[in-house]
């Protein structure tokens, strides 16, 4: 994929960030479970919360490709740190630079591409996991407000955000169609947000319930028209695929190195492990895995940026990229055997960060159904 110089400019500040501030404070974040203000002050400075927001709100304007450039960097990274930026960047504002009204645009976005707001994007519930029709959370309008009730789970980001892109039930005779947007800030009257789960990994991300109890929105704060919600949830989450495997071929990125030297230096039975073939075919696996991975990412890239909706692409991308990571990540803590096991080597961090992957966003069985529902279509 071809970048501008600007991006691979960023892209390079990007990577010695990573290595001078996130790195070291890696072990940190995944045993306090959180990100530290300094840190957070850092990526604010280098503007990494304004990564997809327009230039004239404050933003850097990233399209789909520099935005991918860069969470492959953030994939060779702590993975808490890494999705706190991406969820703001990706879905938690790309539903507000489509769908919002220039007012609204006015009054989020340049404090979004600051990072004084944290955004974040809220469609899951108890009862409609991998179904987003089957939402119940209703709005209700009453004037010039609307009145919310229901409840929300795993919102990424909820626990330090400000703005949320919250999905709701508007008219329940119209089904999908009757799902629409809306833009929920922190404190208002009725909206409740609840602890961070305590999770496998992705420490230092914060994943909450969301709860509405008359929770009462200004009619102003509906995300684009009525009814288009669910269109604009597709949207954001196939763009949002495509990020994700763009952040897994940075971690593949990664772990081959990491293996590579490991087995360069390990001496076993007084030969290098690199010398063992056994241990050669499982590294070239895992290149290939990674090499198809970044492929099919990139493909998905060029067919979205063509203006064309990519919803197979994206999913076969997110498909085969977090299931080769689960495969990358298995080998990484075999060739390293009992180190590899080890908190100190990091990997068996990033085997239960990568596990996430083929879950969130939609898991792997959904991408499949998707595939399988595109390649049956009639042209």
Not at 185 to 198: M, P, Q, S, T
Request: hydrophobic share 40%.
């Amino acid at each position: 994929m071809q970048l501008s110089p600007d991006v691979v400019r960023l892209c390079e500040e990007v990577r010695r960030f990573i290595r001078k501030e996130v790195d070291p404070r890696s072990r940190w974040i995944e045993e306090h479970d959180a990100i530290p203000d300094d840190l957070m002050k850092l990526a604010r400075e280098l503007g990494l919360f304004g990564l997809t927001i327009p230039e004239q709100y404050g933003g850097i304007g990233l399209d789909l490709a520099g935005k991918c450039a860069i969470e492959e960097e953030m994939g060779r990274t702590n993975y808490g740190f890494a999705t706190v930026i991406g969820n703001h960047t990706g879905i938690g504002t790309t539903g507000i630079v489509a769908l919002g009204s220039e007012a609204q645009k006015r009054k989020y976005l340049p404090r979004m591409a600051s990072g004084e707001w944290v955004g974040c994007f809220s469609l899951t519930e108890p009862h409609a996991g991998s179904n987003p029709a089957d939402i119940r959370t209703s709005a209700v309008k009453q004037g010039g407000r609307y009145v919310l009730n229901g409840e929300k789970i795993y919102t990424t980001n909820g626990g330090i955000a400000q703005v949320f892109t919250v999905m709701a039930v508007t008219d329940k005779s119209k089904g999908i169609k009757g799902i629409s947007a809306f833009i929920i800030e922190r404190g208002c009257k009725g909206f409740a947000i609840g602890r961070n789960e305590l999770k496998m990994g992705m420490h230092g991300c914060t994943t909450v319930p969301l709860a509405f109890t008359d929770c009462e929105v200004p009619a102003d704060n509906l995300l684009g028209p009525e009814g288009m919600g669910y269109v604009q949830a597709l949207k954001t989450l196939t763009m949002g695929r495509v990020t994700i495997a763009a952040r897994c071929c940075g971690m593949m990125d990664k772990l081959i190195e990491r293996c590579v030297d490991y087995m360069k230096t390990r001496v076993q039975g007084g030969r290098k492990i690199a010398e063992h073939q056994g241990l050669q075919w499982m590294l070239a696996d895992m290149g290939v895995a990674r090499d198809a991975s970044r492929l099919l990412t990139n493909r998905a890239i060029d067919v979205i940026l063509r203006g064309e909706r990519g919803t197979l692409e994206a999913s076969a991308a997110k498909l085969h990229a977090t299931e080769s990571l689960g495969k990358v990540v298995d080998c990484a803590v075999q060739i390293h055997g009992g180190m590899g096991y080890m908190r100190e080597m990091g990997i068996e961090t990033v085997y239960r960060d990568a596990r996430i992957t083929r879950i969130y966003e939609g898991s792997s069985e959904i991408q499949r159904n998707i595939i399988a529902a595109q390649l049956l279509k009639d042209d």
